[in-house]
Nanobody
Framework: QVQLVESGGGLVQPGGSLRLSCAAS????????ITWYRQAPDKSREWVAQITNDGRTEYHRTVKGRFTVSRDNIKNMVYLEMNNLKPEDTAVYFCNVLFKAHDYWGPGTQVTVSS
């Protein structure tokens, strides 16, 4: 079955960096778009970035220039490199795939940006 598992979250000071990972299995990974979302406390889930099967990327305007999404189609992994983190980046981060008309989500990884 489809599984997505995020890792790499933690507590970081403003201006710091983190690298999130998403391990995927159960579907033909190399042919699917993978998307990162985040959800802050008391807010709805927000689209952050996505990467196509051939490596094209798109970013939400609030993270463009600070976040970089990449993928390894051999290891079935997607990464989100986050630099110059701000307190407003605090959220649970999720990776997502739309496979056979169904949205699949990982359990998420908490990112907290605070001094």
């Amino acid at each position: 079955q489809v599984q997505l598992v995020e890792s790499g979250g933690g507590l970081v000071q403003p201006g710091g960096s983190l690298r999130l990972s998403c391990a995927a299995s159960g579907f033909p990974f190399s042919t699917y778009i993978i998307t990162w979302y985040r959800q802050a406390p008391d807010k709805s889930r927000e689209w952050v970035a996505q990467i196509t099967n051939d490596g094209r990327t798109e970013y939400h305007r609030t993270v463009k220039g600070r976040f970089t999404v990449s993928r390894d189609n051999i290891k079935n992994m997607v990464y989100l490199e986050m630099n110059n983190l701000k307190p407003e980046d605090t959220a649970v981060y999720f990776c997502n795939v739309l496979f056979k008309a169904h949205d699949y989500w990982g359990p998420g990884t908490q990112v907290t940006v605070s001094s």
